[in-house]
C-alpha cells in the first residue's frame, strides 16, 4: 500500500520552535515527527509514501534523502510545491502516484499517533465505501470536524466546527481511499480536503473509531503534552 503524508504547513501555533525547523521535523522525545510516521508505516508494511513540502523545503529533503539511504523498506518521495495545493490539491497534483493502487492512505503529519493502520484498512475493505475516516472521542467538539454515525459506521454527517456538534467523534486526519476519491476533488488554485471534499462524501464515506492514542501537536501545550506522554 501507498500512503500520502501531508506535511507542508507552516506551523505558526508551533513557533518560535518552527521558526527554524518545519513542523513534521519537530522532535518528540529526541526523534522527528516524520521519524514516528515512518516507524509506523514500515510496522503495517506501507512500502511507498508521498511528503509534500513547502516551508523550509531543504531539512525535509536531507531527512528523506537520509531516510532512503539507509531504509529500503519505506521509500519516501518528496512533492515540493512552490505554492501550497492545500490537501485536497496535492492529491489531485498526485493522481499518477496511485495509479495502480487498490487503495491508499491520506494522512495529516500534524498528528503524533500509533494508529493500528491494520485494522482500519481490513475495516473499510469490509465496507463498500468511497472513503473510510478514522475517528476519534474529543471534550472539543467545536473545534474539530464532527461526524455523525449510524449503527452501521455509515458517516451521513460531517460538519467543520460545528456550533451544535450531533456526536464528539472528531476527524482523525487519516483515511482509506481508492481511486474513485478524485472525481471529488475540485480543480482550484487552493482545495482543502476536509472542508471542498469530505463534505461531498456524506452518505459515501464510513467512520471507524479508534482507542489508539493520537494527538494533534498543533500547538506548545500538545507539543509539551507529547512529550510527556508518548513514550508511555
Known sequence: MKAFLLAAGYGTKLRPLTNTIPKCLVPICG???????VDLFEKYDVKEVMINT?????????????????????????????????????ILANKAFVENEEDFL??????????????????????????????FHTNKPKECGIAAIDEN????????KPQFPK????????YVTNRNIFKYIPVKQTCDFGKDVLPKLVNKMYGY????????????????????????
Open 54 to 90: 513547502h516551508y523550509l523545503p531543504d531539512a525535509v529533503r536531507e531527512f528523506i534523502k537520509r531516510h532512503n539511504q539507509k531504509n529500503k523498506q519505506v521509500k519516501l518521495i518528496e512533492f515540493y510545491e512552490p505554492e501550497l495545493l492545500g490537501s485536497g490539491g496535492t
Open 106 to 135: 491520506i494522512c495529516y503529519a500534524d498528528n503524533l499517533t500509533n494508529l493500528n493502520l491494520k485494522k482500519l484498512v481490513e475495516f473499510h475493505k469490509t465496507q463498500t465505501s468511497l472513503l473510510t475516516m478514522a475517528l
Open 209 to 232: 473509531q479508534i482507542n489508539d492514542y493520537l494527538l494533534d501537536i498543533g500547538n506548545l501545550d500538545n507539543y509539551e503534552k507529547a512529550q510527556k506522554e508518548w513514550l508511555k
Open 153 to 160: 459506521g455509515l458517516i451521513y454527517e460531517f460538519v467543520e
Open 167 to 174: 456526536s464528539n467523534l472528531a476527524n482523525a486526519g487519516v
Open 31 to 37: 526523534k522527528p515527527l516524520l521519524a514516528w510516521w
